[in-house]
T-cell receptor, first 116, second 109 residues
Framework: DTAVSQTPKYLVTQMGNDKSIKCEQNLGHDTMYWYKQDSKKFLKIMFS???????INETVPNRFSPKSPDKAHLNLHINSLELGDSAVYFC???????????????FGAGSRLTVL | GIQVEQSPPDLILQEGANSTLRCNFSDSVNNLQWFHQNPWGQLINLFYIPSGTKQNGRLSATTVATERYSLLYISSSQTTDSGVYFCAVSGAGSYQLTFGKGTKLSVIP
């Protein structure tokens, strides 16, 4: 069973479209994250949710909106896609604070978004 | 925010060789992790090591928190070790992991 699963794995779309990437974890973790990896492989955090509450919101255009319906899911919706949004988006999760291995990240396989 | 520098940026090894990757950070940390991103893009956590030394098979890591660096040792390298190795840290009171730019390792037969 995949611990952190993202869908879709690949997404090719036109500028101006709206798209979503879904993430689910079956590890029982409380905290989930979205990271963006650019073409130079640089990884940067975008958002973090702890038990459905937003705890990190980096300087990301407000065209990006995360949604966490429950602590096992964190979806990323992107409006009005731009060429610069092309990247690989990684979802990750980590155990609750105080639990052994807290803040140790488990990553999904990534979703490669290409905006034409 | 905290700065993370990794060296070298690129490394080419013959299979069987040993290597040391370095991660320097600019402030005290409460969380330091090493990750391997394989050529297919999958990110795997190797070590959670804010201080001390850990070993896992041919890999080991040491963090000297007082001197603000961590080292990842790879012994008897194999072609499957190829990929990018990332160091990521967070400071006191922060959930946010800051990643270094990575070391790209290529192991050739």
């Amino acid at each position: 069973d995949t611990a952190v699963s993202q869908t879709p794995k690949y997404l090719v779309t036109q500028m101006g479209n709206d798209k979503s990437i879904k993430c689910e974890q079956n590890l029982g973790h409380d905290t989930m994250y979205w990271y963006k990896q650019d073409s130079k492989k640089f990884l940067k955090i975008m958002f973090s949710y702890n038990n459905k509450e937003l705890i990190i919101n980096e300087t990301v255009p407000n065209r990006f909106s995360p949604k966490s319906p429950d602590k096992a899911h964190l979806n990323l919706h992107i409006n009005s896609l731009e060429l610069g949004d092309s990247a690989v988006y990684f979802c990750a999760s980590s155990p609750p604070v105080g639990v052994s291995g807290a803040n140790v990240l488990t990553f999904g396989a990534g979703s490669r978004l290409t905006v034409l | 925010g905290i700065q993370v520098e990794q060296s070298p940026p690129d490394l080419i090894l013959q299979e069987g060789a040993n290597s040391t990757l370095r991660c320097n950070f600019s402030d005290s940390v409460n969380n330091l992790q090493w990750f391997h991103q394989n050529p297919w893009g999958q990110l795997i956590n190797l070590f959670y090591i804010p201080s001390g030394t850990k070993q896992n098979g041919r890999l080991s890591a040491t963090t000297v928190a007082t001197e603000r660096y961590s080292l990842l040792y790879i012994s008897s390298s194999q072609t499957t070790d190829s990929g990018v190795y990332f160091c990521a840290v967070s400071g006191a009171g922060s959930y946010q992991l800051t990643f270094g730019k990575g070391t790209k390792l290529s192991v050739i037969p």
